[in-house]
């Protein structure tokens, strides 16, 4: 994207909370490179400590260790920033259906403190991840924003509520917001391991290791997977957007097409096999749909267009393709 709308932050802080997950650090990196102030909040439960460990020297970047559950925490975090970029949370929907408590407590409690820490530090803008999931079970596609279905989950109905929340702080507090609710996010720093791992980092380390990926049911589920540089250029142009139109609202953020989990593994398979070609032997396994999932994705990103000028750059084989490259070099 075009540094140009960075250039309206300078001067400025900016809070990213949960800045050393996957999509927070990559949005500190950003900031950080075109000489913004950047306050990161992490209490690192699902946040690596490599993946901010580059940005600990830079004059401009100040670690908080911290729990957005606490409220003291957000207000400590939140003094002297200008804006907020959200993207603290619990990912997952099976650990929401595992643990619906601690999935609650952090999306939705946690939310809600940095909504009143923003709003007691009268903050420009905040901008929050929100999610695709937030379409439940409403069928159509592609999925305009302003029709959704019922959640299918408890991850859903906290990014939902989140939502409700954003709205209600502006038109009780005229506190500015801007939801984006994420469409698959792959990309570098995206940790392959763990229960609850995206499929493309899990899908890449499997292959690396010459393990059979497994397909929940016959591979045709489709999802919009976006690459990272994608969601970073939704996250600065809400941010910096001039247009009163354009805020307090929700965007997709998407590529807007959709590719299968077959097609996804083809792909894999074509990027992998330039570093290994035994990996373009290795087969594929399947096994029964998982409780909760959806079974297509695709966003209407013309909003997005329309009111925030948003251009995505990489589509779903440019991004692997660099992903791909990241991984074999870092894990």
Known sequence: M?????????????????????????????????DIKVVCLDNFSTGKRENIKPFLKNPNFKLIEGDIRNLPDCHKAC?????????????????????PITTNDVNVSGFLN???????????????????????DHEALPKVEDVIGKPLSPYAITKYVNEL????????????TIGLRYFNVFGKRQDPNGAYAAVIPKFVQQFMDHESPVINGDGSYSRDFTYIENVIQMNILALTTTNKEALNTAYNVAYGERTTLLELTTLLKEHLGKFDKDILNIEIKHRENRLGDIPHSLASIEKAKRLLNYKPQFNISDGLKEAVSWYWKNI
């Open 165 to 176: 929340y954003a709205d209600i702080f502006h038109t009780t507090y005229n506190l500015n």
């Open 2 to 34: 075009t540094s140009e709308p960075l250039k309206s932050l300078k001067g400025y802080k900016v809070l990213v909370t949960g800045g050393a997950g996957f999509i927070g650090s990559n949005l500190c990196e950003t900031l950080l490179k075109h």
């Open 79 to 99: 003094e002297g920033v200008d804006y907020v970029l959200h993207e603290a949370a619990l990912g997952s929907v099976p650990r929401s259906i595992k643990d």
């Open 114 to 136: 940095m909504l009143v820490a923003a709003r007691d530090a009268k903050v420009k803008r905040f901008v929050y991840a929100a999610s695709s999931s937030t379409y439940g």
